[in-house]
């Protein structure tokens, strides 16, 4: 005997269900029913035909009415809203809307599939005419058609979730100016803080104004513009308005039948689907699941889950025994450029849920490349792992530009078998330069992590900064250079292939926190400061990437370095104003292209600021990199370095800038004071031993005042810096020789005048002591402990033979742009 089974709602839910069941029992009599005209059509695309992405409106709809009833022997009756159901009766009662009649149609399975609905509050003003939200056929059209005809300005998008973020990029691709408003402190709700803030850095280089933590109190429309109060009391003009602040199940036809809800108003189904009532199943958007992970219940409103819903659902209708087995919320997301994905549970879940880091579980955080290195169109990702003490994956979070879903669907594939993050090690994926590295990032952050759990390293993670305590040392070990484009507040920088030869600089006593840009130096300096007998030793995780993304976006008062520091001045690759700079033709300047693709940051920078050393004012630099970074650094770069930013973004695997070189000279008022200068600068060319006592005073003495004071130390004047000890360091005959004439160290040095074979040496330092006149070398410890800046002529060191080891601690090495860097910003230059 026949079954007659009704679907109440199509889309992918009830579509999926009626075309399964059709294939499984050709003998059933299905009838679907549709309030509205469309039964199946591509609701995750509805924002990209308003963009103008989709161009063709009849591309959204995956299946007509027609077309279903054709080939599945379906009777469909769109514009036929289901008012009521009689469960004793077993009936539906039903309205149509082409005719206005009411009729009841019997059932003997039926299935809600009504989905999810829009939340509107009571806000005051919400219905003014250019507030809109985004869920169905009709929605789209209404939105798309005020678009094309009224050619909004700017639009105010509320809420940062999925279908928010991709209406701000297709507003965006309109030439709308975009401001997104979202009441939490963070975009994308599916992921955590410290990955929603590179949605945040990104949204903010494609000039969308980001309101966070801020709600909206009232809209109020006037001659076309509503203007948007938020909490705040911030105000949002806007010509169009899209709200996207989250949506409720339409659970109404399961509440008037008298079937199970739970608070949230989502409909009670058992392992197969089956309501409260054996004879009524329900699926999609309205029913409550289990959530895979934990095993708690939830409402997790996705269309992959749906449509295996859909299957599940038919399967035991047509008397299958299938079980649906939970929802982990594997979804992905295009917002502009990146591409966000997540699967499992996040870390602010799990502290709902009462789990402790560090007690219960544990997260690696790892910045792999979509592909080799030396590929090119190796770009990283960011890639969060979530995982229990025992292993067990617990949740993946990846942000990035390439790759990135296809690394979270391994894990989401390994977390739904049952996996470990041993068994992420363990994978054997497919691998070729174009298409990943020969350790994926898959097995990367299940390497991490087993190191984690063993107790190979043990993480440290940007939370834990604002806790740490007196005795935790922040240890910088990345190269000098990167430290210019910032670096950790109170951090100590120590290059790693350096520290071997200085740990003695560190007390074994203290805790050390290692981190270099991404963690894999960080974790190097981790295992050797442990195996030469630290015992308090972490890495932080993620490194200064995950840092300045934290903590650098806004004002930068925690982030050190020329490029974090608006008060530095950056004398990298100085340009200059130019006078004639309008009259220098785009056209006519000699254009230089500049590939730094596969360079870490602050490679990127450094090859254009080598590259504009070499062109002439007006000339223009067009440069590719695929370091995500970089498209941050170049504009402050310019700004900082006297060039233009012409133009800059994305496009296949890499970043681009343009710029030209210099900028016009800008007209100075007449009552517009010059910057004050205010810092003291020598340069100490003498190696004797009065004018190295005369010139410490004097840098002590302002230093004393709160000057910013440069010694800069070239030629003889270099011996004053060297080590009093012999070091031994290799070197060519003529450099060995060479500074083995020189005087090693202050206590060496003759005097200018009188100096008697060294005897006045020494008699200079007895009447100093006796006159209570600190050494020389009291001075030069002094001057470095009060901050003056230390600065050891390279290329002189290299024409004397001296090398870095032989010099005392707390000098750096510069060239001429370091000491004319600090001579531009100095009232006082003396030449010693």
């Given amino acids: 005997m026949s079954k007659k089974v009704l679907i109440v709602g199509g889309v992918a839910g009830g579509a999926s269900t009626a075309a399964r069941l059709r294939r499984l029992d050709e003998t059933a009599e299905i009838i679907m029913f549709e309030r509205g005209e469309y039964i199946s059509f591509a609701n995750c695309g509805l924002p990209y035909y308003i963009g103008g992405t989709i161009e063709e409106r009849d591309a959204l709809l995956v299946q007509t009415p027609e077309g279903m009833s054709q080939r599945f022997k379906i009777d469909v009756r769109v514009q036929n809203e289901v008012l009521s159901i009689d469960r004793e009766k077993k009936t539906v009662n039903v309205r149509d809307h082409k005719t206005g009649n009411l009729y009841d149609e019997n059932y003997d399975v039926l299935v809600l599939s009504p989905g999810s609905t829009p939340l509107k509050p009571p806000i005051p003003g919400i219905d003014a005419p250019n507030i809109f939200t985004l869920w169905n056929i009709p929605d789209v059209d209404r939105i798309k058609d005020y678009v094309d005809r009224l050619k909004p300005k700017r639009a105010a998008v509320i809420g940062g979730g999925f279908i928010g973020l991709e209406m701000a990029e297709n507003f965006h691709d309109l030439g709308v100016n975009v401001s997104v408003i979202e009441m939490a402190d963070q975009v994308m709700a599916p992921v955590d803080y410290e990955m929603a803030q590179i949605v945040h850095r990104h949204l903010k280089d494609k000039k969308v104004d980001l309101y966070l933590g801020d709600g909206v109190k009232t809209f109020e429309y006037n001659n076309g513009v509503t203007k948007v109060t938020l909490s705040s009391g911030k105000v949002v003009e806007a010509d169009v308005v899209m709200l996207s602040i989250g949506i409720r199940p339409q659970s109404e036809l399961a509440k008037g039948a008298g079937l199970s809800l739970n608070q949230r108003g989502g409909i009670v189904v058992d392992e197969h689907l089956k309501t409260s009532d054996p004879s009524i199943y329900a699926i999609g958007d309205a029913v409550e699941v289990v959530e895979f992970v934990k095993g708690g219940k939830a409402m997790i409103p996705l269309a992959g889950p749906a449509n295996k819903q859909g299957r599940i659902c038919a399967d035991n209708i047509a008397g299958r025994n299938t079980t649906y087995k939970g929802t982990q919320g594997t979804s992905v997301a295009k917002v502009f450029d990146l591409t966000v994905s997540a699967s499992g549970v996040n870390e602010k879940t799990l502290k709902r849920d009462g789990l402790e880091y560090g007690k219960d579980y544990y997260y690696a955080l790892v910045h792999p490349k979509s592909n080799a290195g030396y590929y090119p169109g190796a770009i990283p990702m960011t890639m969060k792992l979530i995982f229990g003490m025992d292993g067990k994956i617990f949740g993946v979070q990846n942000v990035g530009y390439e790759g990135v879903e296809k690394r979270v669907d391994v894990v989401a594939t390994a977390l739904r078998l049952g996996g470990t993050i041993y068994d992420l090690t363990e994978l054997e994926l497919a691998y070729a330069p174009p298409y990943s590295s020969a350790k994926d990032p898959v097995n990367m952050a299940g390497y991490v992590a087993e190191n984690i759990l063993n107790g190979t390293t043990t993480p440290f993670h940007w939370f834990e900064l604002e806790n740490k305590s007196e005795d935790t040392i922040i240890l910088d070990v990345r190269d000098e250079v990167e430290r210019d484009m910032g670096y950790i507040e109170d951090s100590v920088n120590i290059p790693l292939d350096q520290l071997r030869e200085r740990m003695g600089e560190l007390d074994k006593s203290k805790t050390y926190v290692a981190y270099c840009a991404i963690g894999v130096r960080g974790y190097v300096a981790e295992r050797i400061l442990k195996q030469n007998g630290f015992e308090h030793v972490k890495n932080f995780m993620g490194g200064y990437t995950t840092y300045s993304c934290v903590f650098c976006q806004d004002d930068g008062s ?39 693709c596969g360079l870490q940051c602050p490679g990127p920078i450094m090859q254009v600021h080598k590259a504009i ?32 930013l012409l133009d800059s973004g994305k496009e296949a695997k890499a970043f681009y800038a343009r710029l030209r070189k210099g900028r016009k000279k800008p007209v100075k008022a007449a009552a517009e004071a010059a910057p004050v200068k205010d810092d003291k600068t020598m340069v100490v060319f003498s190696g004797d031993l009065d004018k190295a006592i005369a010139s410490l005073i004097i840098a002590n003495g302002a230093a004393s005042m709160g000057k910013k004071v440069t010694m800069f130390y070239t030629f003889w004047g270099l011996n004053i810096l060297r080590k009093t000890e012999k070091v031994p360091v290799k070197k060519d005959f003529i450099s060995a020789m060479f500074s083995g004439m020189m005087p090693r160290g202050t206590t060496k040095l003759g005097l200018s005048k009188m100096n008697m074979f060294g005897m006045g040496s020494k008699m200079i330092r007895m009447v100093m002591k006796k006159n209570n006149v600190d050494s020389l070398e009291d001075l030069l410890k002094m001057a470095i402990d009060n901050g003056v800046r230390m600065v050891a002529c390279n290329m002189s060191m290299d024409l004397m033979g001296i090398t870095e080891a032989e010099l005392i601690e707390g000098v750096e090495l510069g060239g001429v742009a370091s000491m004319l860097g600090a001579a531009e910003d100095s009232n006082m230059s003396l030449f010693i």
């Fill in 613 to 644: 050393e070499a062109m002439n004012a007006g000339d223009i630099l067009e440069v590719k990199a695929t370091d995500p970074g970089f498209m941050n650094d170049i504009g402050v770069w310019c700004e900082k370095t006297g060039n233009t």
């Fill in 558 to 596: 925690k982030c050190g370095g020329s490029l974090c520091d608006s008060s530095n001045n950056m004398t990298i690759s100085e340009s200059g104003d130019v006078e004639n700079f309008d009259a220098i033709d785009e056209a006519s300047a000699e254009v230089i292209k500049l590939n730094a």
